[in-house]
């Protein structure tokens, strides 16, 4: 079956350092990719939506010039946190959507990332 | 009120037993999808489903569309088992809706 992808499951860095995290569509080609943030004990929330050779759409309240997202091709999302501080640690999810030859739309999961800051 | 409620929020079982978990959702859907999240965090794609039932392994989810109502059902529960299981709903604008979680710990 298809599968998202995330790199690196585990990140810990220093408060000021920025962090890229990778989001992969391995066997499919994703129109847009979702990224989410979890907070411990909460649900996912929407950080932002891209598609493929734009400029990603965030949601109210994320920071476009702290979250950098970078859909440059149509299997490959990055997600950099720039300038990261100890309330930037959470759980990072991203996922992808893709449209079958069926027309339905099918969006997969990531398996995560934790970032946890210093 | 959100979207999208589960219950029960926290579930204990013995091994063996047979486990539900229950997703309302208040929003007109496209897709359903079931969640499994480790304690380490990482996030596993169980089902996705926009009618009926769907089976896999000792996992079973149905969905009733009328009543916007759908089930996770887990037979012969194992420890193995123990993780958050996540209902999330994609309105018919893909824009998805995450319930808060039900946490299931399985004894052996």
């Known amino acids: 079956g298809a599968v998202v992808s995330q790199h690196p499951s585990w990140v810990i860095c220093k408060s000021g350092t920025s962090v890229k995290i990778e989001c992969r569509s391995l066997?499919?080609?994703?129109?847009?990719m979702f990224w989410y943030r979890q907070f411990p004990k909460q649900s996912l929330m929407l950080m932002a939506t891209?598609?493929?050779?734009?400029?990603?759409?965030?949601e109210q309240g994320v920071e476009k010039d702290k979250f950098l997202i970078n859909h440059a091709s149509l299997t490959l999302s990055t997600l950099t946190v720039t300038s990261a501080h100890p309330e930037d640690s959470s759980f990072y999810i991203c996922s992808a959507k893709t449209f079958r030859a069926s027309g339905l739309v099918t969006q997969y999961f990531g398996p995560g990332t934790r970032l946890l800051v210093l | 009120k959100n979207e999208v409620e589960q219950s029960p929020q926290n579930l204990t079982a013995q091994e063996g037993e047979f486990i539900t978990i229950n997703c309302s959702y208040s929003v007109g859907i496209s897709a359903l999808h079931w969640l499994q999240q480790h304690p380490g965090g990482g996030i596993v794609s169980l089902f996705m489903?926009?009618?009926g039932k769907k089976k896999h392994g000792r996992l079973i989810a149905t969905i009733n569309i009328q009543e916007k109502h759908s089930s996770l059902h887990i037979t012969a529960s194992h420890p193995r088992d123990s993780a958050v299981y996540i209902c999330a709903v994609a309105n018919t604008g893909n824009q998805f809706y995450f319930g808060t979680g039900t946490s299931l710990t399985v004894i052996p």
């Open positions: 891209s598609n493929e050779g734009s400029k990603a759409t965030y």
């Open positions: 066997d499919f080609q994703a129109t847009t």
């Open positions: 489903l926009s009618s």
